[in-house]
């Protein structure tokens, strides 16, 4: 596995993590989220762990945003001024993280790489090797994946439910 | 027997329970109707037991389950049961006719009539059955039909008829321990196969039970406190017929059944302890009952404290065990339904005729009820035991067997005949003679020829029995001794003259004591006041007016102790059920709901304290 | 037969998502106005669907069926044998008797929730779908992590259904149970990864090979238990765990709480326990007797916390926490004959409880109020409902000869054998309590003297009637049947 990849993914993790705490509409946010558990998955399964990727994506993206937007269609809307001095104020106290995590994870992956740890030699040798990924989602967690259809199904009703409803009271 | 066999014998159960069943059906205005049935039935019964007298055979049926437990369907007549039989059959007979007009206008009629052919059903089947079960079974069921008649004038009865049903309950309950254990000991419930057994061990359980169900029924101390009340609320023919005769019939029967010299159910022989015990119940039935009888001041009251001393003698007269005792005992049941009865109806008429019985409203009746007061006068010279009515002859035969058996016995029943006398002079005296004097109207008539052919018919047995008392004796009491009679005779004039002449003795102190009262008081009622108030007595009197000694209020006083600590404990229970756990329930609940405050973070705390729960089981587990 | 077997576990999964697919694809109009019919339907099916599959196991004498959804896999076998592959799903008798208990609480549901206005029944049955199917795919899987998955749908969909009307309570009792749930989501996902990282799999047949009787626990295990256990018995609502439950029952509307309480949050916590009690950690001692103490707490706790409740629905919220602690008890004494008990007397729960909330739903149409306190006497005037809720109340406590008593008795006579004879007299205790409470309102609400304002009260009719009706029969008929249900249990050689 290329290290620019690598770095690639993890810069786009950060990303999403920033945009995940600074985006201003709690939806967003929790899609951002969700982004981000995807970006995480591929980076596992490259490194060669599979099922450690396949459980982020089942957990993370899926489960967890669903009732991440569940939660935050139960909780009422506060006022929109109130709204956006809340949230100017996290702007204001959050602005410098994105600069200082991006520092710290240059410098700590600059000290990896000098040090001359393999990045890919990591993954544990006693792990399962399975011949394909396809093999490995479509075949034997099969019944995750439909549970992953239903749990879409399940987001998007509560979607219909709580945000469109609400919308044309 | 030429067709009189088992179904002549059950006849006699099964025709008067039938009519009985039929009476309750029908309408209660048809009056006639139904006289008419019982008068059929009860005659029916005593013509049967007529023609059954003579007979003694055995008739049995096993049926199904039962017979492995001996419990068979077994009847039989011998001398002792044709002689109670044909007893019980002629005051049923009697009685029957005078209540028909004692009843007319009563509205329980219907009711009486029902509980009157059931009660003479169960007498027969309970003289007939063979099987000691099924005896027990006819037996507790006239506490049933007893508890009815008690309950006929109405709902207000009803003190009086479960103090009934409680002490003949207690006496049936003693005698059903006596069933079971006599059964046990003899290996058989069959009576005809039971002789003899020997009283000693589980035996003497067996006897002083059986003793006291038949003493209980027959109406001795210590269960007889029920029937002066009885006397007071029940209507009259059922005193003549249930406490006046039938009762007595049966208790004596089976206590005969018991006692009887070798063909009894137990091995009962003079001078032994148990045989005192039955002949001391005897003697205090009688000092007690006719002592409580002497100062009553109402007729039936007065008449009904009789019934109960009249059975001491019967009870002492068979406690002696010797033949000559038992014979009398037995004279003097048959000699006591007749009088007893036949004075019950005159108090009846009394009351029909003039609304009261009470002796301080009523006097001189015998100018307006003369064949009433001659029927009463007979019964009431034979109940004190005048020459030569049929009292004076069973009395001289228990007081000779009292005699031998021990003097104070018969100083008892001497002390007895004497209070008898003296309280029969006192309500005669009362009663009939005397300063005319009525509770309201002048217009007493004497009663309907319905009610007077019974008394007259039984006045005359009373000198009839007494006249020609080899009658009786010779066919129908000594008979049922058989063997043991040993070639004795008591047929006749009294065979000790000492005894005779004391008892005449008696009788004449007591009419001068009479006349020492009346002269005292000026009235007839007033005769016995002297000793009524006399120092010492009359404070026992008054206790025992106050029924201190009545062992129903003995009993209900314990139990009321008992039930009060029962109570108590119940109480404590039921609080701690009621209160205790409940305060506790609605206290933890109500605290449980306080804390319930639909807080999130408090589900989060208990959740956590949860988890430290299972964390400590686990680390406990591990370890 | 295959393809029979195939079409009917096929329905277990495509039948809902069918009527999701029907419904929402055709015009708004005639979509809204099948979709409660359509639910019906698929209720009825799944009844009688896993009615076929309960005789198949009976005709094959196997303990269970495995099928793939999707697609059959070439080296089935293997798979199967992997301790990583969640590739089919497996039903066995305790399956196929909770499913029939999803069909016929769901037929319930639907048939009180016949009033509905269009768009929101529409909406119930979108969620009632997946509820069904997370709860079907509950009932059939055979892997710890997929366990979770379908935890997670049956609890996503259940806390929508609260909110369904977005009244600030349903609002209020949704947004409680779904921090409770992400509690116990955590807690079982961190139990799950723990234990996979120390057993190496996640199947439910490799982890219970590894936890041979009598060894000891290792830590890691214990961990992971624990947080399995914790989150597990927060599904269930156990003691001290149960706090979200009261308000989350009674601020759902009357259809949902049916499903709720009949058999939401039982095959959500009790079927998790019942299946990994059986399958799982039947030898890890830990797992029973944590278990065992917090059921105990919740016979306790249920009984003596309804008395002091004024409304209905959180009595019975109450009696639930109670009756899960009995069905609980029965499903790790340890005895096969516990856990027949314990699956029985869940499927006589979701009888009775389901009959108690349309009882209260019925109460609540008519009378307008669920507080016992304003009632009074009204067993004259809707004797339907007096009447199934005495057979139901009385089946919950226990009496004899309704299906209740004969699940009680055996869970604990189970509970006296295997030596916990404290538990068990605490349990007959807690019993006798619950038909104190049980009686008493009896008493205020259909017997006490009765209150002239509600003169005008009608029997219900419709949907609710033959609910009640229904479910009355079937707690008397399986009462009276009850020796021929463990009859067949006892030829399939479980007990």
Known sequence: MNLPILLLLLGLMVVAAVAAVMIRSLLKSAIALAALSIVLAITLFFLGAPLAALFELSVCAGLITVIFISAISLTGNKPKEEEEEKIRERRARFLKLPIFLLIIGVFVSLAWIANGINISGISDPAAPTFQTFKNLFWNMRQVDILGQVIVILAGAFAVVVLFKERDQA | ?623 | MDNLLLIITGSWIALPLLVILICNLLDKKTGKSWALPAAIVVSIGQMITTGLGLLQLGLTKSGFINFTIFWNVNDFEEIARSAWASAFFSVDTLSLVVMFAIGMVSLISVLTAKKMNPDKALNFTNLLMVLIMGMNGLAMVADLFSLYVFLEITGVASFILIALYKDKKGLEGSFKYLIMSAMASAMILAGIAIMNAVTGGVTFSHISGLFASGSSLHTFHAISLVLLVAGIAIKAGLAPFHGWLPDAYESAPASVSVLLGGIVTKMAGVYAILRLAQDVFINAKGFNYSLLLLATVSIVYGAVAALKQKDFKRILAYSSISQIGYIVLGAVCGSPLGFIGAMLHFFNHATFKSTLFVNSAALESQVKTRNIEEMGGLAKQMPLTGTSSVLALLSTAGIPPLAGFWSKLLIIIAVWQTGHSLIAGIAVFASVFTLAYFLMIQRKVFYGPAEEKFAGVREVKGGLAVSQVMLSVITVVMGIIFPLVLLFFQTRGMI
Not at chain 2, 90 to 101: D, G, P, Q
Not at chain 2, 337 to 356: D, H, M, N, P, W
Not at chain 2, 412 to 438: I, N, V
């Open chain 2, 1 to 623: 027997m030429n067709g009189l066999g088992f179904n002549t014998f059950i006849y006699l159960v099964i025709i008067p329970a039938l009519a009985g069943i039929v009476i309750l059906f029908l309408p209660k205005k048809e009056r006639l109707i139904k006289s008419l049935l019982v008068f059929a039935a009860t005659l029916f019964n005593l013509i049967t037991a007529i023609r059954l007298f003579g007979l003694e055979e055995t008739w049995h049926t096993k049926w199904g389950g039962l017979s492995n437990f001996g419990i068979d369907f077994a009847l039989r007549t011998d001398r002792l049961s044709m002689f109670i039989l044909l007893a019980v059959g002629a005051m049923a007979f009697l009685v029957a006719f005078y209540s028909f007009a004692f009843l007319r206008d009563k509205d329980y009629g219907k009711g009486f009539y029902f509980y009157y052919l059931i009660t003479i059903a169960f007498v027969n089947g309970a003289v007939l059955a063979n099987n000691l079960v099924l005896m027990l079974f006819f037996w507790e069921g006239l506490l049933v039909t007893l508890f009815g008649m008690l309950l006929l004038k109405g709902r207000h009865k009803y003190p009086t008829a479960v103090k009934a049903l409680t002490l003949v309950g207690v006496s049936d309950l003693a005698l059903m321990l006596g069933v079971g254990v006599t059964g046990f000991a003899a290996g058989t419930l069959m009576m005809d196969k039971i002789t003899a057994i020997p009283v000693e061990g589980i035996a003497v359980l067996g006897f002083v039970m059986m003793m006291l169900g038949a003493i209980g029924k027959a109406g001795s101390m210590p269960f007889h406190s029920w029937i002066p009340d009885a006397a007071d609320d029940a209507p009259l023919p059922f005193m003549a017929i249930l406490p006046g005769a039938l009762e007595k019939l049966l208790g004596i029967y089976l206590l005969v059944r018991i006692c009887l010299p070798g063909t009894g159910l137990y091995e009962f022989l003079p001078h032994t302890p148990v045989s005192t015990v039955v002949m001391a119940i005897g003697a205090l039935t009688i000092i007690f009952a006719v002592a409580m009888a002497l100062i009553q001041k109402d007729f039936k009251r007065l008449l009904s404290y009789h019934a109960i001393s009249q059975v001491g003698y019967m009870v002492l007269g068979i406690g002696t065990a010797l033949p000559i005792g038992i014979v009398g005992g037995l004279f003097h049941m048959v000699n006591n339904a007749i009088y007893k009865s036949c004075l019950f109806l005159s108090a009846g008429a009394v009351e029909r005729q003039t609304g009261t019985t009470d002796l301080k409203k009523i006097s001189g009746l015998g100018a307006f009820m003369p064949v009433t007061m001659i029927c009463f006068l007979v019964a009431a010279l034979s109940i004190s035991g005048f020459p030569p009515f049929n009292g004076f002859f069973s009395k001289e035969l228990v007081f000779d067997a009292a005699m031998e058996s021990g003097i104070i016995f018969y100083i008892a029943a001497l002390l007895g005949a004497f209070m008898t006398a003296a309280s029969f002079l006192k309500l005669g005296h009362a009663a009939f003679f005397g300063k005319p004097q009525l509770p309201e109207d002048k217009k007493v008539k004497e009663a309907p020829a319905a009610m007077l052919v019974p008394m007259i018919i039984l006045a005359a047995a009373c000198i009839l029995f007494g006249v020609w008392n080899s009658l009786p004796l010779g066919q129908l009491i000594q008979p049922v001794l058989g063997d043991a009679m040993a070639g004795h005779n008591y047929a006749g004039w009294p065979h000790t003259p000492l005894l005779v002449i004391i008892s005449i003795i008696v009788l004449i102190l007591a009419i001068a004591n009479h006349f020492f009262g009346v002269k005292r008081t000026g009235k007839g009622l007033g005769a016995v006041d002297h000793i009524h108030y006399a120092p010492g007595l009359h404070f026992i009197y008054n206790r025992a007016e106050e029924r201190w000694f009545d062992p129903y209020e003995i009993l209900m006083v314990i139990s009321k102790f008992f039930a009060w600590i029962a109570y108590g404990i119940d109480r404590a229970i039921d609080w701690i059920y009621n209160g205790f756990f409940v305060w506790v329930a609605n206290s933890v609940s109500k605290g449980l709901k306080e804390f319930n405050t639909g807080k999130q973070s408090q589900y989060v705390i208990w959740a956590v304290s949860g988890l430290l729960i299972v964390i400590f089981v686990f680390a406990v587990l591990v370890k």
